[in-house]
């Protein structure tokens, strides 16, 4: 007879299946057609939606073509007045309606997901479709408040949405609650792998009596999805692959079309010593072996102290060695069937890989079967360049090494072209949040991981994208302001460079380039001329070296608002003093003006603490984003130099300014102004010359993290196009303004000079 710690340790788990028969009825091996204008079409071009921890064959839905998205796109925008036209509260009253009735099936919602995706029916059940009822409720709250929360803001019609296999319907919520609630339509497009719970949505759309054509879904594969986005619609929503992300900025480039994108991750999982291992490890759990790993903000990088390293690790491979791999509507199962083939192909690929490069990998055998199952696994033993510590691998892998210092920490954490998520474990708060202060991410949890709330603003940085999903900042990405509209601005005449000492003007006679707080010469030593001066031909070399200056200037992101507030008071003050060598006119009036109504923004434009679900304070932090380039408009160049780059400043960046082409002088002349009002050298740094290729430069520079561009249309889709390599956010206005009126003042200079950081913080219990 054993003991009873005996016994306890022999136990295992009986099987607890959840029963498929009612998702398996409702299939009942349906070939879908594409949900448009409120009803199902005739399938055509079928394909299969395969559970993948068995193989079985779900159902059939339709490969969407670009007659469907065009059929889809019409239906959407014929909605589209009706819908912007309801008042808050009768589009919130749908909302709540779409709310009660998935509630009302979420264990219908949960099995179909759990089948069609692979993952296990507890996180279905109790996260997934749970956070997306949230999603509804919340967003009918943001309907109903729209006109009081957003004065002046207006949908922007009809938007395009294209979510990933990962978490489909919390995606779809994601996306389209927001865009409802803010009076858009939508045309969605889910993954090929896993489209069953939208079209079970499509379902409740017309038993809710939503009006035909709001919401219309499109099946198909990535052929649809670039179909959606060359269409007739004026916002592309993206969550994916960076590089589908990078495809579809340079395929939106020029179009008009606004655009978000939330792609990859590489997120770090920080150990510190004085951490609370056990909680770290069941945090690992969470962070990387949730959902198979395929979680965009996976922690899938562990950073641990060296001084915990070993004692740490141990834990961490006796708790995997508990993970129950297997049956997916089995309610002890911890981890389930990975997406499919091609998904489990790429992360063996990977991890062998990662082990010819030297990594040591820690993984129990798969179970037998059909299904499409990856045991988790940790890699040890390897180290930053490691290609398991580089790329996005999407599946139940974690890698880990080790740091010393905090600072090390940081550097490593940062070593990375994405910047999505990141979960800091230390009992020290103080240092926890000192840490969260630095590193490059959208999202930070403190002693958690993989917290969503619909009240918490969610999305990336740097390569991760742009664009946030949920609360009050998720609703901006759905709404618009009143527009510029002035006439197109045409782009200025080509210029004629001169050598140095034509014109019979000694190079040194001839206006300099400011760059570090000095006044240089181009690099190429040519000028050109304008009327009353010549003014240095900046180029490419010029650029770099701006940008540098500007990197060595990272002082100016760190000091308080008030600091920057008294430096712009002190400018203001030095431009009204100067104004009468500055020229004559209202403009420099106006600019005096503008100068001080910024430096009153510098200290007032902070973020926000949401009330999330849980037992969290989330502080949602409005940072600079660091070095941005601003080509400031032809048009007002002294006022529309002042209301570009003074509102990026008083917002912590530090700035690359290209003033007019055709008159540069004003701009040149605020040097003076600059340098005896303490703006430290290389906040502001002025490089004159060739717009279109100047922009250019900004748009391609990796070190450049954000883009605005006032300029013709074709420099502005030029930068929307080459900004696809670091995935910089820009943002282009083709259109002239009236500089001395609200288009030269409004808020969103100060919402596009900033990135949102969501830091979740223990609060109470
Ligand atoms: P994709 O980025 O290809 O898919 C995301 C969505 O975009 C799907 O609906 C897809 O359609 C659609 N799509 C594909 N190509 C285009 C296109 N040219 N234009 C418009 N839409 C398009 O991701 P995959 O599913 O191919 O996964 C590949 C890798 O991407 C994964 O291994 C993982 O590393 C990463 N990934 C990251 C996600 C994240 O949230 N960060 C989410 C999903 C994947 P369809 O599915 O039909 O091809």
């Not at 779809?172 to 889910?190: E, F, Q």
């Not at 962070?287 to 395929?294: P, S």
């Not at 230390?426 to 630095?438: G, K, R």
Request: a neutral charge; proline letters at 6%; charged letters at 20%.
């Amino acid at each position: 007879m054993p003991t009873v710690s005996e016994a306890l340790s022999l136990m295992d788990y009986g099987p607890a299946p959840e029963s498929p028969a009612v998702a398996l009825d409702w299939l009942k091996g349906r070939t879908f057609g594409q949900f448009i204008a409120g009803a199902f079409t005739a399938p055509r071009d079928p394909f299969d939606s395969v559970n993948p921890a068995t193989g079985a064959v779900l159902a059939q839905v339709s490969q969407g073509s670009e007659a469907d998205v065009a059929a889809a796109v019409k239906a959407a925008r014929a909605a589209a007045r009706k819908w912007a036209g309801l008042s808050g509260g009768q589009r919130a009253r749908h909302l709540y309606a779409l709310a009660r009735l998935m509630q009302k099936r979420e264990r219908l919602f949960a099995v179909i997901e759990s089948l069609d995706n692979g993952k296990p029916i507890r996180e279905s059940r109790d996260i997934d479709v749970p956070l997306a009822v949230r999603h509804f409720y919340h967003h009918a709250g943001w309907a109903e408040l729209i006109a009081d929360e957003f004065p002046g803001m207006r949908p922007h019609g009809v938007c395009g949405q294209i979510i990933p296999w990962n978490f489909p319907l919390l995606m779809l919520a994601w996306k389209a609650a927001p865009a409802l609630a803010a009076g858009n339509t939508v045309v969605l497009k889910p993954a090929e792998q896993t489209p069953l719970s939208a079209l079970l949505f499509a379902e409740l759309c017309i038993e809710a009596g939503l009006p035909k054509g709001v919401v219309n879904i499109v099946t198909g594969d990535g052929r649809t999805g670039a179909a959606l986005v060359a269409s007739d619609v004026d916002k592309i929503a993206f969550t994916g692959s960076t590089e589908v992300g990078r495809q579809i900025r340079r395929a939106t480039a020029g179009s008009g079309k606004a655009l978000t994108l939330e792609l990859g991750g590489k997120s770090p999982f920080i150990v510190f010593a004085e951490s609370d291992l056990d909680a770290a490890v069941e945090g690992v759990v969470d962070a990387i072996w949730f959902n198979q790993g395929e979680v965009c903000c996976a922690g899938s990088r562990i950073l641990v102290q060296e001084s915990v390293a070993e004692r740490f690790t141990r834990r961490l491979k006796a708790r995997m060695a508990t993970l129950r791999v297997g049956d997916p509507l089995d309610k002890s199962t911890d981890i389930g069937a990975v997406v499919d083939r091609v998904q489990l192909d790429r992360i063996r690929g990977i991890v062998d890989q990662a082990v010819a490069e030297g990594a040591v990998l820690h993984q129990a055998p798969a179970p037998n079967g059909p299904g499409c199952f990856c045991p988790p696994a940790l890699l040890t033993d390897l180290g930053a360049a490691n290609i398991a510590m580089t790329e996005e691998i999407f599946g139940p892998v974690v890698a880990l090494m080790t740091f010393r210092t905090p600072d090390e920490a940081v550097a490593l954490a940062n070593n990375t072209r994405y910047g999505l998520a990141a979960s800091i474990w230390n009992e020290n708060i103080t240092a926890a949040l000192d840490i969260a202060a630095q590193v490059k991410a959208g999202v930070v949890w403190i002693n958690g991981t993989n917290l969503f709330d619909a009240n918490a603003p969610f999305g990336g940085m740097r390569e991760s994208g742009y664009g946030r999903e949920g609360a009050r900042e998720g609703m901006l990405a759905y709404l618009t302001g009143a527009g510029a509209g002035g006439r197109a601005r045409n782009a200025p005449e080509a210029l004629s460079p001169l050598p140095a000492g034509a014109s019979g003007d000694a190079v040194d006679r001839t206006r300099k380039l400011y760059i570090g707080g000095a006044q240089k010469r181009p690099d190429g030593g040519y000028s050109y001329a304008v009327p009353g001066a010549q003014v240095p031909l900046g180029g490419r070399k010029d650029i770099r070296n701006a940008v540098e200056a500007a990197h060595k200037a990272g002082g100016w992101s760190r000091v308080t608002g008030h600091n920057r507030a008294q430096v712009l008071y002190f400018l203001a003050e030095n431009l009204n003093a100067r104004a009468r060598d500055l020229g004559p006119g209202d403009e420099v009036a106006q600019a005096v003006e503008r100068a001080f109504y910024w430096a009153a923004w510098a200290d007032k434009y902070d973020g926000k603490v949401h009330s999330t679900a849980s037992s969290q304070v989330t502080l949602a932090m409005k940072e600079p984003f660091g070095v941005m380039g601003i080509v400031c408009p032809e048009e007002a160049p002294l006022l529309g130099f002042v209301s570009t780059v003074l509102p990026a400043i008083a917002m912590g960046n530090r700035v690359i300014a290209v003033p007019s082409q055709a008159n540069p002088v004003p701009a040149l002349d605020l040097v003076q102004v600059l340098d005896t009002s303490d703006v430290p050298g290389g906040v502001v740094n002025i490089v004159t010359g060739p717009r279109a290729e100047l922009t250019d430069t900004l748009a391609k520079h990796d070190d450049v993290a954000a883009l605005w561009v006032f300029a013709d249309a074709t420099t502005c889709a030029n930068a929307e196009t080459q900004s696809a390599g670091n995935l910089k956010p820009v943002w282009t206005d083709p259109l002239t303004r009236d500089w001395s009126g609200p288009q030269g003042q409004s808020r969103e200079f100060l919402r596009r000079a900033v990135q949102v950081k969501t830091v979740w913080v223990p609060y109470g219990a």
